[in-house]
């Protein structure tokens, strides 16, 4: 049964850089279709980023040109490179993991079923 780790977060200031991780256990994650969502105290789930199996990614648009997502299915892991970070990006971070027809419908977190603990982001002074 395919589990979810995410590493990484923490706090930084603003127009700084993160790196975090999605270590897969129990299933090869390289089946999977892989997002990032993150959730702000009092709002929504939101799409970050997603990847699909054969590398195609789709990102949201309020971080375009600042996250980029990979998957290295050697090590069984998926990352998410954050530069350029804002106080807006300050959230709760998780991957999650589905099939890899879900990445067409990737910004919907109805369509995965695995999910990490998730990793705290904080951008701040």
């Known amino acids: 049964q395919l589990q979810l780790s995410e590493s990484g977060g923490g706090l930084v200031r603003p127009g700084g850089s993160l790196r975090l991780s999605c270590a897969a256990s129990g299933a090869a994650l390289n089946y999977h279709a892989v997002a990032w969502f993150r959730q702000a105290p009092g709002k929504e789930r939101e799409r970050v980023a997603c990847i699909s199996t054969i590398l195609n990614t789709d990102y949201d648009n309020s971080v375009r040109d600042r996250f980029t997502i990979s998957r290295d299915d050697a090590k069984n892991t998926v990352y998410l490179q954050m530069d350029s970070l804002k106080p807006e990006d300050s959230a709760l971070y998780f991957c999650?993991?589905?099939?890899?027809?879900?990445?067409?419908?990737?910004?919907?977190?109805?369509?995965?079923?695995?999910w990490g603990q998730g990793t705290q982001v904080t951008v701040s002074t």
């Open positions: 999650a993991a589905g099939p890899p027809v879900v990445f067409r419908y990737c910004i919907s977190a109805s369509v995965f079923g695995t």
